[in-house]
């Protein structure tokens, strides 16, 4: 049932893979950064390993295949840095920094990118509970952005809040790529404020140019539990979204209506709450329909979770990743 | 909590009421523990990549116990198939069955759609043609699933052998062609008892894995019969002979009855009687009325194909066997093993209940001895479920397989529990493809399977099971260009499961991109194959090809990109056309040919090239013609709305001197009014923000104001 594709060397912290699966990027504790790439005969190997930054990799993600083949990633020293595989006739094949964003004040703690019509969005997330939004000016150049919004991930943007402070977040974008539709996300803080912490759709109001919050994904008493993780499924044609939103108490199953209802708000409905994993979970992932959700947590399981034919979510099978005993 | 709380009276299939455990199985991936974190990622389909990492620093406990080579492991990723089948099957056989399964599957649901569209007109006629399409198809599938062996062609039968070499039958075909004879093969209802002998005969051996059956005894006498020196004093082939005569395998009755030794040239004399009897019994069953229109060659029985004619012939024949059965001969027969075991095999064909279930294994086997021997005019599927649960009684399994659960089912006229146990005993391959079998005539299933879910995103199963399949297919790449073929059968979701598909291809090699570009354009996905191509195209721009790259972008009609390319290209030959840069982009755009059509920026650059080489020839020589042109050139492209603005001043800047031609104006008074107002938007547009500053001298902008102003004057003393 498994195969083992590649090995990765020690120190290894976090990794990614690009959108097709075959390349995999890993960071390191020493800053640096390796590319692994799939083979024909689906073992893999390193084609390339460079210090990225001076401390340790926290994060690394994938831009989408039509701006090329780059990463964005995120250093336990809170800078950020995008780097692409380019090749041309003065310089072989290899990895060039394009661009660092530097934040004086807020470490950076997750980032996304999302595609709409032709350009790219990046929505990143601070330790001070700042979300920002930049946008990409020319797609062959990876070092021209534009802040396009900055904003608290707060329903209510009036109020005066204290200062956060956050040790995770957590985004995904919708990942639905047709035309007319709009660019929203979903963004879940792990902070000691309440208000911050429940997971919120954002979406671009074109009207006014500015990003308005139209769900909260979190039940009355459910606010204020800090997100550890959200995934948006894809949808191939259902006439709701689904997204899923681990908290302390479980994954919760979301359903989302498509579009707003006279308030402009969207409809939603907490479908399932999913418990499983002992302690935090990590990791959620959406296999391709949208059907299966993949979950990783801190007991070393990777749960796979399917809703069957009367619309019950369920644990379908388990992957035991603890490792041998020794 | 939420997700358990629907209401178990409306389920679908029935679920037990407490969730079930989930099946841990446990990842080998040899990273010892602890492990610091797991990463995942679906790749193709229901492909699992995960990431086993271990903590970055090393343990200190567990440290110096490690191997060397441990030591320098930081973690590995290994590749889960998530679904992967149980095995009876290779994978190399599945792919070709699912390869093979393709054109009968969309043969098939071509002929639904034509139907349906014909159905507006004579709806009556329709539903008794369709179950013969479907019975096409399930023919062609079941030769896919394997053939059996042709009879055995050697001149001469080897009399011991009793057993016929079979190719080993698979539980996957045997389960196929239960579906086939309960839900498509019309014709055979008249004969389902006899189809279902035949069955048995096939894949006896499949019905347990672990306890006897009929064939299992069979196969044992086997091994023994060469050994064996007088077999009517063996117990066991008296007892094989019961057993085989009970499901009906005639032919190895009489040819285990013509062993017997008073067949003997030496013994004739002295056991005439005996023999007689054993010849009585063997022609008796050699001639067994059988309600079939057909046997295979080799098959004993006699055929009835109408049930008067056949009930007539079984009176008579039942008749024989008494008259048989009461005869004094018996009284004559010295041997008791013979006497008994023959007067056993009279009560099977009796039909006594209590001699039947003696001489069967499995509640299967019981279950087609009741139809040979004790209700032989059953028609159609009557009392088929009350009977099975009663055969199940009395001869109780251990073990329930798939097969025997499909069946169950199957009798049941339960089609939710058909589909459960093709789903969970032989993967969605089967779930997809007997599918069409179930509502090929069962207007129950029909319902069950087209009805629109709100809870599955408004499909149906049918739609659900297609899409789960083509996600199987995807999981290899020597079998996700099947799936579009699936995935387009399914109304709803399909299309938007195969974009996904699609986007989700690697574009390094021309050959693959053209494939999924083939693909596209067959279900009209233009969103997906523009898509493609621009990432094809960034790739190769960004990898030293740039001459794919543009090609691509080209196609995907990515002015966005073109543009930003025919700039990047601008800066890259600087401002002088004396540079040597000129050649190397000159050969850029020669390379792209005549294609370069609608894709703004590299209309821009064409024209743009047009003009710097004549620019070039005026100042080489000075002819009149050459300076005319060149300044035709210039307005067309000032005139071009894909002139990027910021060229706008070097061009004009670079057209100077040919402003101040001697012999004449070059330039109209309407065509130096148009490039005046250029220069008038040009000025209003250094005032935005954005506004981009062209390297030249500062004194550019006045100095070709001053040219268009003197150029005007001389061209309006011209025109006069």
């Known amino acids: 049932m498994e195969k083992e594709v590649a090995t990765v060397e020690k120190g290894a912290l976090c990794c990614s893979w690009n959108y097709c699966g075959q390349r995999l990027a890993v960071g390191f504790v020493d800053g640096s950064i390796s590319i692994h790439d799939s083979l024909d005969d689906s073992s893999s190997s390193c084609s390339s390993k460079w210090k990225a930054h001076a401390s340790s990799i926290k994060n690394i993600v994938w831009l989408p295949p039509e701006f090329g083949d780059a990463i964005a990633c995120i250093s336990a020293d809170a800078s950020l840095s995008l780097w692409e595989e380019v090749e041309d006739d003065t310089q072989p094949l290899k990895w060039k920094m394009c ?87 979903v963004l879940g803080f792990n902070s000691d404020l309440p208000q911050f912490n429940s997971s919120k759709i954002w979406e671009f109001e074109e009207a006014h140019q500015r990003w308005l919050p139209v769900a909260e994904l979190a039940l009355p008493g459910d606010k204020g539990d800090r997100v550890h993780a959200v995934a948006w499924a894809p949808n191939i044609g259902r006439p709701y979204e689904v997204i899923a939103v681990a908290t302390c108490k479980g994954i919760a199953i979301w359903h989302v209506g498509l579009n707003p209802e006279s308030d402009g708000r969207l409809s939603k409905e907490k479908v399932a709450l999913l418990s499983g994993h002992d302690g935090e979970v990590w990791q959620l992932e959406w296999d391709m329909s949208g059907m299966t959700l993949a979950s990783t947590g801190a007991d070393g399981m990777v749960r796979l979770w399917q809703c069957n034919l009367n619309g019950v979510w369920h644990e379908q099978a388990a992957l035991e990743c603890n490792g041998m005993q020794q | 909590m939420p997700g358990l709380a629907s209401d178990p009276g409306d389920s679908l299939v029935p679920f037990p009421p407490d969730v079930r455990d989930p099946v841990v199985y446990p990842v080998r991936h040899g990273v010892n523990a602890p492990i610091f974190r797991v990463y995942v990622s679906w790749t193709r389909g229901n492909l699992l990549q995960v990431a086993c990492l271990r ?78 399409h479907v019975l096409d198809y399930s023919h062609h599938i079941s030769d896919l699933l394997g053939n059996p062996m042709l009879p055995s062609s050697t001149v001469i039968e080897d009399p011991e052998t009793v057993m016929q070499p079979h190719e080993e039958p698979t539980r996957l075909k045997a389960a196929w062609q239960l579906m086939e004879i309960f839900y498509v093969d019309k014709l055979s209802l008249t004969w389902l008892p006899e189809r279902l002998v035949d069955w048995l005969a096939d894949y006896d051996s499949l019905l347990t894995r672990t306890e006897t059956t009929i064939h299992s005894k069979l196969a044992g006498l086997q091994k023994r019969l060469v050994n064996l020196q007088v077999v009517e004093d063996d117990p066991e082939y008296w ?13 190895t009755v009489v040819k285990l009855l013509r062993l017997h030794g008073s067949y003997q040239l030496d013994q004739l004399g002295s056991r005439e009687t005996e023999n007689g009897l054993v010849e009585a019994v063997a022609v008796l069953v050699s001639t067994m009325p059988r309600m079939r229109p057909h046997l295979p060659t080799g098959r004993l029985g006699q055929c009835y194909k109408t049930k008067p004619e056949f009930i007539k012939a079984w009176e008579k024949w039942r008749g024989h066997i008494s ?60 009392g088929f479920h009350s009977l099975s649960q009663k055969c199940m009684q009395l001869r109780p399994s251990s073990s329930s ?33 007997a599918m069409e079998l179930l509502t090929a005539d069962n207007g129950h299933a029909d319902i069950l399977l087209h009805e629109e879910r709100y809870n599955l995103g408004d499909i149906s199963i049918e739609e659900l099971h297609r899409l789960v399949y083509a996600q199987v297919l995807s999981s290899h790449p020597l079998t996700w260009q099947i799936a579009p ?45 523009s898509s493609i191509m621009k990432i094809a195209g960034t790739y190769h721009w960004k990898h030293g090809r740039k001459g794919s790259g543009v090609y691509w972008l080209q196609q995907a009609r990515d002015e966005v990109r073109l543009n930003k390319i025919a700039q990047q290209l601008f800066e890259y ?29 590299l209309e821009f650059l064409h024209k743009y090239r047009d003009f710097k080489r004549s620019l070039q020839q005026v100042q080489d020589g000075s002819s009149v013609d050459a300076a005319r042109q060149t300044m035709e050139s210039l307005i067309q492209l000032m005139k071009n709305p894909s002139t990027p603005q910021r060229f706008w001043l070097p061009l004009l800047h670079d057209s100077v001197k040919l402003l101040h031609w001697k012999a004449q104006p070059l330039l109209t008074v309407s065509e130096t009014n148009l490039l005046l107002n250029k220069l008038q938007e040009l000025s209003m547009a250094k005032l935005c923000p954005d506004f981009c500053e062209p390297n030249l001298p500062p004194e550019a902008l006045s100095s070709v104001r001053l040219a268009l102003a003197t150029n005007l004057g001389r061209a309006i003393l011209e025109e006069c």
Not at chain 1, 135 to 155: G, S
Not at chain 2, 582 to 594: V, Y
């Open chain 1, 99 to 185: 661009k660092t964003f530097e934040s004086s004040n807020a470490i950076v703690l997750d980032l996304q990118f999302g595609v709409y019509s032709t350009s790219l969005k990046m929505v990143a997330a601070y330790s001070d509970g700042h979300v920002k939004v930049y946008e990409l000016l020319d797609p062959l150049e990876l070092n021209k952005w534009q802040l396009q919004a900055e904003f608290q991930n707060v329903i209510d943007s009036v109020s005066r809040f204290g200062k956060p402070s956050c040790a995770n977040v957590s985004i995904a974008w919708n990942p639905r790529r047709g035309e007319s539709q709009q660019s929203s996300f």
């Open chain 2, 55 to 132: 903590p970055p620093e090393a343990d200190p406990a567990g440290g110096e116990e490690d191997e060397v080579s441990d030591e320098e492991i930081g973690g590995k990723i290994v590749e889960v198939k998530l679904g992967a089948g149980d095995g009876e099957i290779s994978e190399a056989q599945r792919r070709r069955i699912a390869y093979g399964s393709v054109p009968a599957f969309a043969l098939l649901q071509s002929r639904k759609n034509s139907l349906a569209a014909m159905s507006r007109m004579s709806a009556s006629s329709i539903r008794t043609e369709w179950w013969e």
């Open chain 2, 239 to 251: 007892e094989v002979m019961s057993l085989a005569l009970a499901v009906g395998w005639l032919d």
């Open chain 2, 323 to 382: 008259k048989l059965d009461s005869s004094a001969f018996w009284v004559q027969c010295s041997h008791r093993q013979t006497r008994e075991g023959l007067r056993n095999l009279l009560q099977i064909m009796l039909g006594k209940v209590s001699n039947l279930t003696s001489a069967t294994c499995h509640w299967m086997e019981l279950f087609i001895s009741h139809f040979l021997y004790i209700r032989p005019f059953t028609m159609g599927l009557e």
């Open chain 2, 401 to 433: 397989s798939g097969l025997m659960c499909l069946l169950i089912g199957i009798l049941g006229e339960n089609p939710e529990v058909v589909l459960a146990e093709c789903s969970k005993t032989f993967g969605p391959w089967m779930v997809v493809h």
């Open chain 2, 485 to 529: 073929t699936y995935l387009a059968s399914c109304p709803k979701q399909g299309l938007g499961l195969l974009e996904i598909l699609l986007y989700k291809q690697p574009v390094q090699h021309y050959q693959m991109i053209l494939k999924n570009l083939e693909i596209c354009r067959l279900y009209e996905l233009e969103n997906i194959s």
């Open chain 2, 573 to 601: 030959i600087g401002k002088s056309i004396s540079d040597d840069s000129f050649k190397q982009w000159e050969g850029l755009i020669e390379l792209l040919g005549s294609q370069v059509g609608t894709a703004g920026g």
